[in-house]
């Protein structure tokens, strides 16, 4: 089955540390997104992608990071400089920037 | 996003009574997508919208984009338990084709 897969499910950092959040899609899509999601508030585009070895700044993009070394995969790497990281990341693909996107189950950080 | 306001924040419904829930933008749309969530879990797509006076209907939910382009209401009849959850309304609001995102609307279905 077609789909987007992010692991792990729930994950603890202690402050100081970076930790990597992956995300994988075998739809061949072309374009991938990063979102955070706080309670009360809408999607926040953190960083996104719409081909290999290429990708773009979202609104909230400061202590995060992010690769794009083959199509399926955009894993997203939270630094020790992003100073609120506790919150739901939302990995997003579609087949080009603009269309429909689809979603995986997030990934719900923790910092303690 | 202040660009794109959802009302209302939340709604607590009978069981089999209708709803609406609203997406409002000062600016115009070039697209709008609707979404559903459950607590904790990733967005389903419900419906996308482009071209002024669009209605579109899956089940018992049904979407439509005023004439104007600049305010979508979601419509569900007859609601369900399984029609909790959250729903997000997400737009594209120039040639950018960047998503903007609703803050969501919780919805609780009373059995």
């Known amino acids: 089955d077609g789909g987007i897969t992010q692991s792990p499910k729930y994950l603890f950092r202690k402050e100081g540390q970076n930790v990597t959040l992956s995300c994988e899609q075998n739809l061949n899509h072309d374009a991938m997104y990063w979102y955070r999601q706080d309670p009360g508030q809408g999607l926040r585009l953190i960083y996104y992608?719409?081909?290999?070895?290429?990708?773009q700044k979202g609104d909230i993009a400061e202590g995060y990071s992010v690769s794009r070394e083959k199509k399926e995969s955009f894993p997203l790497t939270v630094t020790s400089a992003q100073k609120n990281p506790t919150a739901f990341y939302l990995c997003?693909?579609?087949?080009?920037?603009?269309?429909?996107?689809?979603f995986g189950p997030g990934t719900r950080l923790t910092v303690l | 996003s202040q660009e794109l306001e959802q009302s209302p924040q939340s709604l607590i419904v009978q069981e089999g009574k209708n709803l609406t829930i609203n997406c409002t933008s000062s600016k115009t749309l070039y697209g709008l997508y609707w979404y559903k969530q459950k607590y904790g879990e990733g967005l389903i797509f419900l419906m996308m919208l482009q071209k002024g006076g669009e209605e579109k209907s899956h089940e018992k939910i049904t979407a439509k984009l005023d004439e104007k382009k600049q305010q979508s209401s979601l419509h569900i009849t007859a609601s369900q338990p399984s029609h909790a959850g959250i729903y997000l309304c997400?737009?594209?609001?120039?040639?950018?084709?960047?998503?903007?995102w609703g803050a969501g609307t919780k919805l609780i279905i009373k059995p």
């Open positions: 992608s719409q081909i290999v070895n290429d990708f």
């Open positions: 997003a693909s579609s087949s080009y920037r603009g269309n429909e996107q689809f």
């Open positions: 997400g737009a594209v609001m120039d040639s950018n084709y960047q998503l903007i």
